[in-house]
């Protein structure tokens, strides 16, 4: 585990990434009532900005992590192993998308600037989904190929969470410590977290019975999830989750009916009220359950970014059934093909190698069919 750290770091960066972007565009454009656009247009359009850098930065560091796990090769060899693995990996081709759509996203962002640019703001949200599908097309789901039912389930449930976590980050950064200075009237201010408590809750229907489906892909059943590492890990993860899941349910029918208890007069749409006192410590009772529940999905996302390189038991029972990896020619292309594994005790792998195409060992230690020599230890790969 402990050789997996910085890879596990990288991943999970560049999913708080990936989240922060999506969360903060689904913010602006799902949560934040009309009356209220102008307000909050200048701090959620700098917030995307700040998470799509991040996002930039994800990126490049990614392909240099991936690089370096494939290949086994300090970063001194980077300059050798890099392109090959942009060239000749099937991860190598589907992280090529990504350059291509944080370009559109950067120039949709530019475009958003100016507020009621929706369109530009749906164009960086399309944008930031497709590279959210290239994590699921180069993660375990993709282990039995492309656009396969995991894939999708996975890609749900990524784009569900980012819109959870991440919307209640952008919450949590850009708009509760301003919203008392906003002097929005309080109707809209009702809409706001009526909004921010319905959005969560769709986004935590499709993350459960997403995640449901996926566990169940990966465990095949309920036993691992208590005797394996990779059950471990997922149930830590739920634990967080769990946590996350009675705060929001806090927020809703505690913290939400108190806001609306504490509503004055009726109003208007529109109108600035005075500030209520009741209001306002119902409002900052709500602020920081958000931002308490934004710190247990970060650590759920964090969790998760481990699940990832670990070894789903289900997978672990095909690798040791009998399936390992060779390079087919030994000289030339490298690419990923099943061979017979012949020895009576097989090394654990270290990780799911399937996934991320092929990088494998150099020519002397492969026969003249292309098979590697014995002992072949995948884990050496
Ligand atoms: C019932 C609750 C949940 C279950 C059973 C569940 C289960 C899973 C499983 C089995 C995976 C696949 C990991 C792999 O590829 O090996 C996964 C991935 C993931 N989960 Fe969850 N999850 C749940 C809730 C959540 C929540 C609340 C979040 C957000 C904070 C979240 C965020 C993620 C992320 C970001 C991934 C990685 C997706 C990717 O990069 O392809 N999950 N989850």
Partial sequence: MSSHLPYIAISAFDIMALAAVIGTLATG????????????????????????????????VLLIGRTLEMSRQSLRHLGHWLPLVVRETSFGHIWMVRPAMLL??????????RPARHRAAYGALLAAAVIAFTRSATGHPADQGQWTAPEWVDFVHLMAASIWAGGLFAMTV?????????????????ALVQRLSSIAAMALAGILITGVLSAYHYLGGIRPLFHSAYGHILLVKLAFVAVAI?????????????????????RTVGTPAPAHEADERAFSHLARSVAIETGFLGAALVAAAVLLHGMPPREMEH???GTMARVSEPMGRLEFVRFKDQRPVRPMPAISTIRYGVLR???????????PRPPFNQIAL
Avoid at 32 to 40: D, H, L, N
């Fill in 246 to 266: 009675a705060l929001g349910a806090a927020n809703r029918f505690l913290f939400v009916p108190r806001i609306r208890a504490a509503e004055p007069a009726p």
């Fill in 174 to 190: 850009a708009i509760f410590p301003v919203l008392s200075k906003a002097r929005l009237s309080t109707p809209v201010r009702l």
């Fill in 29 to 60: 454009l799902w949560i934040i009532p009309e009356g209220a656009r102008e307000s909050f247009h200048r701090r959620l359009w700098r917030l995307t900005g700040l998470s799509l850098g991040a996002l930039t930065l994800s990126t490049i």
């Fill in 104 to 113: 559109i996203a950067w120039a949709a962002w530019f475009i958003a600037r």
């Fill in 319 to 321: 690798a040791m059934g």
């Fill in 361 to 371: 060992r150099s020519a002397s230690e492969m026969n003249g069919t292309g098979t």
